[in-house]
């Protein structure tokens, strides 16, 4: 190594992409804890945007009222993956955002462009300031926000095994509803004409399925690591 000068590991960035309950949440923070990464989950301000506008009594079914406010809230991540943190104008809204109501009105919500592009150019700058790299995970990441991301993974699993994931977190949770729920909220997801979920075609595509929580972790680390290498 030139003047035996330590040599520090270059900033990785990595997208995690797919439908809820496929494990975006759980192996972005737990591969970002492990590499010494930033995180951001991308889908946490979507729901704080949701939660501003159902709290201000903006029509969630009116898609020009959503653009009209998109600017109004100040959305602050903080990427820590051992303690995640969202607010809203100042306000911690970790708890409200998991709400059944704004988990409802959120495709509505993030359908609308004036909010992707304001929540787009939060993610890029958050993303360009990580300094060791980050992890990023969503619907749109590998395609949209970070289109020249090191590495893209795209998590899927059956409707079952994330039916039963997503109501086993879930008190009293019917899985059969949970279940409609999720596969309701894909179809608006991957549908709507602005930056819908999608697999980045260079992404790799891992189904989660019948892998355990770890499995997913350990096989992502190899992928970053393999990245991190040949930089
Ligand atoms: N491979 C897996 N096997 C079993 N349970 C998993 C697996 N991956 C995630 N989970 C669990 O499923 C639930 C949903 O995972 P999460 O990471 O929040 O998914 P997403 O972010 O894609 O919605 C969590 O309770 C998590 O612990
Ligand atoms: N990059 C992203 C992330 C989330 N979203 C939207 O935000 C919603 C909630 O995302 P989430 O990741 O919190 O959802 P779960 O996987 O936790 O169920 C999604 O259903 C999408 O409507 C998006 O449009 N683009």
């Known amino acids: 190594m030139e003047n035996g000068a330590a040599r520090t590991a270059p900033a990785v960035i990595v997208a995690i992409d797919g439908p809820s309950g496929t494990g975006k949440s759980s192996t972005s923070k737990a591969v970002a804890a492990q590499l010494g990464l930033s995180y951001l989950d991308t889908g946490a301000q979507y729901r704080a945007i949701t939660w501003w506008m ?7 079914d009116d898609p020009s009222a959503i653009a009209a406010a998109a600017g109004k809230p100040d959305i602050v991540s903080g990427t820590d993956p051992a303690s995640p943190t969202i607010t809203v104008d100042g306000v911690d809204v970790a708890g409200p955002i998991r709400t059944q109501e704004v988990t409802s009105r959120v495709s509505a919500v993030s359908a609308v462009p004036e909010v992707r592009t304001r929540i787009t150019e939060l993610q890029r700058a958050i993303a360009a300031g990580a300094v060791t790299g980050i992890v990023v995970e969503g619907r749109d990441i590998g395609t949209t926000v970070l289109p020249d991301a090191d590495l893209k993974i795209f998590l899927t699993a059956s409707p079952e095994a994330r039916a039963a994931r997503r109501s086993g977190e879930l008190k009293d949770a019917d899985v059969a ?7 309701k909220r894909d179809a608006a997801d991957s549908t709507r004409r602005t930056s819908p979920l999608a697999k980045a075609d260079d992404a790799v595509e891992v189904d989660t399925s019948d892998l355990t929580l770890q499995q997913v972790i350990e096989c992502v680390v190899t992928l970053v690591e393999e990245k991190r290498a040949a930089k």
Do not use: P, Q, Y
């Open 54 to 60: 159902v709290t201000n009594g903006i029509d969630v």
């Open 177 to 183: 509803a949970t279940r409609e729920a999720l596969l």
